[in-house]
Every structure is written in structure tokens, then in C-alpha cells.
T-cell receptor, first 115, second 112 residues
Framework: LAKTTQPISMDSYEGQEVNITCSHN???????ITWYQQFPSQGPRFIIQ???TKVTNEVASLFIPADRKSSTLSLPRVSLSDTAVYYC????????????????FGKGTKLSVIP | TAGITQAPTSQILAAGRSMTLRCTQD?????MYWYRQDLGLGLRLIHY???????GKGEVPDGYSVSRANTDDFPLTLASAVPSQTSVYFC???????????FGQGTRLTVV
């Protein structure tokens, strides 16, 4: 399973764009990159997933360079409600019963949004 | 749609006692997972199941067992609880494409 490295914490003011970068140097050809968000006392929630280039949804954008050894989660104009822990996961989406789709989380990045 | 349901929400358990944390999903997902979350350590995978009838060990399986008799249920059992198993436990399932995982609200377990 590819190991990921992300900053432990980040601070941002309300209204700013926040970019959280995740390093995954040993990403495999079949691996996808997925980001989750976790609020206190809740389970993680899926934000976005991508394989290469750029993916955008109503919540965030995900930028993946050509070598795929890193990825950047971009949150536009954050608000206080975006204060959470953000996790970067890398793994093969496929599983066939005997496979090892383990959905492994790291320690995540704690984002604090300041008024 | 209920999604993932965990029970109980919280529990205080005497050391040495056994307990089963329940997890049920109504999305017919094949893959299910159990995690524990401790302060400063993020989410750590205990056990997983890619389909009914199969289970696998995650990062921290010792002291825990699971079963997957059917698609919907994935109980986690602590045979003889120890204080180091005090944690918040999350159950999850993932959709067939492997794109998105859905988490329960967690079970806060305190072993005294």
C-alpha cells in the first residue's frame, strides 16, 4: 500500500483558498487518490477522488501532476465550518474477495479556520 | 436511507469482559471495515471484509475478531477487553466501484 505524507496541521483565515498537499512517492499504476474530511465526533466523509490531472466537484478541487507522486486538495474560500481533519488516501479501488482493498488512513491534516 | 448503523453509541466496559460492537449497513456494499481512532494517531484499520464470508487483518488486529456471515452485518468482538482498547470505533462500508466509503457515527468504548 502506498504511504502518504501530509502536513500535521494548517491554519487559514476565513474566505481564503486552502491547499493541502499530500505526497505519495510510491503510488502504483492502479492506485487512485481519495480525500476524506472528518469533523469532531463524526466519522470521515468522502470529499473527492481522482486518478490524474484535475477533478472538481461542488466541495473541492483535486490537482494531480503528471508523475502522480503528490496531490493537492484545494478548498475555495473556506469558512469556519471547514475546520476539520483532512485525510489523503491512496489505493487500488478494485477488490475481488481475495484482494486487499484495505482503505488505509494516515493521521491527516488538521485544518483550523480562523475568523 | 440509514446507511451505516453502529451500536451501542457508547459503553463503559470492565477489563476482562467481552463485548461485541454491532455494525449494520443497508447499502448492500461488499466491503466493510472496522477502525479505531485514538487522539494523535488518526484512524487505524483493525479488520476488513471484502465480501460476505471473507475477512482480513488490518494494521491493529490483535485483541479483536470479526465475522461476516452476510452482506449487511459486520460485528467486532473484544474477547477480553483491556484498558488500551479504550477508543472510538468506526465501522465503514465502501461502494462497489471503490470510490466512496461511508462511515457510521462511531462507538465510544471505555475499558476500566
Amino acid at each position: 500500500l502506498a504511504k502518504t505524507t501530509q502536513p500535521i496541521s494548517m491554519d487559514s483565515y476565513e474566505g481564503q483558498e486552502v491547499n493541502i498537499t499530500c505526497s505519495h512517492n510510491n503510488i502504483a499504476t492502479n492506485d487512485y487518490i481519495t480525500w476524506y474530511q472528518q469533523f469532531p465526533s463524526q466519522g470521515p466523509r468522502f470529499i473527492i477522488q481522482g486518478y490524474k490531472t484535475k477533478v472538481t466537484n461542488e466541495v473541492a478541487s483535486l490537482f494531480i501532476p503528471a508523475d502522480r507522486k503528490s496531490s493537492t486538495l484545494s478548498l475555495p474560500r473556506v469558512s469556519l465550518s471547514d475546520t476539520a481533519v483532512y485525510y489523503c488516501l491512496v489505493g487500488d479501488r478494485s477488490y475481488s474477495g481475495a484482494g486487499s482493498y484495505q482503505l488505509t488512513f494516515g493521521k491527516g491534516t488538521k485544518l483550523s479556520v480562523i475568523p | 436511507t440509514a446507511g451505516i448503523t453502529q451500536a451501542p453509541t457508547s459503553q463503559i466496559l470492565a477489563a476482562g469482559r467481552s463485548m461485541t460492537l454491532r455494525c449494520t449497513q443497508d447499502m448492500r456494499h461488499n466491503a466493510m471495515y472496522w477502525y479505531r481512532q485514538d487522539l494523535g494517531l488518526g484512524l487505524r484499520l483493525i479488520h476488513y471484509s471484502n465480501t460476505a464470508g471473507t475477512t482480513g487483518k488490518g494494521e491493529v488486529p490483535d485483541g479483536y475478531s470479526v465475522s461476516r456471515a452476510n452482506t449487511d452485518d459486520f460485528p467486532l468482538t473484544l474477547a477480553s477487553a483491556v484498558p488500551s482498547q479504550t477508543s472510538v470505533y468506526f465501522c465503514a462500508s465502501s461502494d462497489p466501484t471503490g470510490t466512496e466509503a461511508f462511515f457510521g457515527q462511531g462507538t465510544r468504548l471505555t475499558v476500566v
